[in-house]
């Protein structure tokens, strides 16, 4: 069940855990995955994430749900990433 942070973390839109969803978007393109291979990927995350969460919290620095806004951020960060890896 999402539950709201204090600290913002799985909150609000980015948050320090977007940096991860850069890198893996900036690393896709540099190991060649296309943008909907990528994005696929990514959006296969959001769905699988909740629920290691609810059973494994303990994996997690920060196990609470994400918000809508930030799952959103999230695909944001790994659009952007793999645009970066074609440029940088």
């Given at each position: 069940?999402?539950q709201p942070?204090?600290?913002?973390?799985?909150?609000?839109?980015?948050?320090?855990?977007?940096l991860l969803?850069?890198?893996?978007?900036?690393?896709?393109?540099?190991?060649?995955?296309?943008?909907?291979?990528?994005?696929?990927?990514?959006?296969?995350?959001?769905?699988?994430?909740?629920?290691?969460?609810?059973?494994?919290?303990?994996?997690?620095?920060?196990?609470?749900?994400?918000?809508?806004?930030?799952?959103?951020?999230?695909?944001?960060?790994?659009?952007?990433?793999?645009?970066?890896?074609?440029?940088?």
């Open positions: 069940m999402y942070q204090e600290n913002g973390i799985n909150d609000s839109m980015f948050d320090r855990f977007s969803h850069l890198v893996f978007g900036f690393a896709a393109k540099k190991s060649r995955l296309s943008l909907p291979i990528t994005f696929g990927i990514g959006i296969a995350w959001e769905f699988v994430e909740p629920i290691l969460k609810e059973k494994h919290d303990e994996y997690f620095p920060n196990p609470s749900m994400d918000s809508q806004q930030n799952k959103l951020g999230d695909m944001i960060a790994v659009v952007v990433g793999w645009f970066l890896g074609g440029v940088i």
